[in-house]
């Protein structure tokens, strides 16, 4: 449908109409959704097969897609592909993942983890063809190099790192959400301007051959939802 346009105190706007569905094919779009979302789960091993990079621009294009703060969008995408510098990241987050886990974490976290079984040792860094770093704009920079506000920046990050892991299970591919702390040697490695803060590290690829991953299961609807 055409849409129309029209100012509203001298501001552009423009019709919007959503698509809608009958009772029963909103009860199926959203069973079918939430039984393919649930199938995405975090994987460590990695392949190193190689994704076509117009893939990784859509699956960004997808996760830009997401609501932020005063539309400011205020998140960068440093798409990683280089050995030399993946080795880098490997290296500096090992360093830090080794300290937490040998005395930075509480003795509860350490515990928390053990059913992920996961370690300070970080091969798919180097293994997946792509890491995703996202950084967040804590304030945007002005030609005259001031500095704007950026608002509700890390709930605006999640909503799109959200829109990104969901758009990497819908191309068939798969993700771990990384969070080596402290995760500042990023913004130093990649060197990213003083107005960026690492948010998350995304490898992204296809699973190895052999992939397990921590038989998990999630919190029943009446854990989670409370209607009032
Ligand atoms: C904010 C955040 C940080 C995470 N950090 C790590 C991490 O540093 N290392 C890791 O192996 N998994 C990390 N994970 C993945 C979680 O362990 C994983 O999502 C959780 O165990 C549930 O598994 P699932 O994603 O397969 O459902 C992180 C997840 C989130 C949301």
């Not at 886990?101 to 992920?116: A, F, T």
């Not at 991953?213 to 919190?219: A, D, E, F, I, Q």
Request: proline share 6%; charged share 25%.
């Amino acid at each position: 449908m055409k849409s129309t346009t029209k100012e509203i105190n001298g501001f552009p706007f423009e019709s919007y109409r959503h698509e809608e569905y009958t009772t029963e094919q909103m009860r199926h779009r959203s069973q079918e959704f939430y039984q393919w979302l649930n199938q995405r789960r975090t994987v460590r091993d990695f392949s190193n097969r190689p994704v076509p990079v117009d893939v990784i621009n859509q699956i960004i294009l997808a996760a830009s897609t997401a609501p932020s703060g005063a539309h400011k969008q205020p998140w960068t995408f440093v798409v990683v592909t280089d050995a030399a510098v993946k080795k880098q990241i490997r290296e500096a987050a090992e360093k830090e993942e080794y300290d937490s886990y040998h005395g930075r974490m509480s003795d509860e976290w350490i515990e928390d983890l053990k059913p992920l079984q996961t370690d300070w040792t970080k091969e798919f860094l180097e293994t997946a063809p792509y890491l995703i770093v996202v950084f967040k704009k804590a304030y945007d920079i002005r030609h005259d190099g001031s500095k704007r506000n950026n608002y509700y920046v890390n709930e605006s990050l999640g909503i799109a790192c959200g829109f990104l892991l969901a758009a990497i299970h819908h191309a068939g591919l798969v993700a771990l959400t990384h969070t080596p702390s402290p995760m500042n040697f990023l913004t130093k490695i990649l060197k990213r301007p003083e107005n960026e803060r690492p948010f998350l590290l995304i490898p992204v690829g296809y699973g190895a051959d052999e992939t397990f991953v921590p038989k998990l299961t999630r919190k029943p609807l009446s854990e989670i939802v409370q209607y009032i």
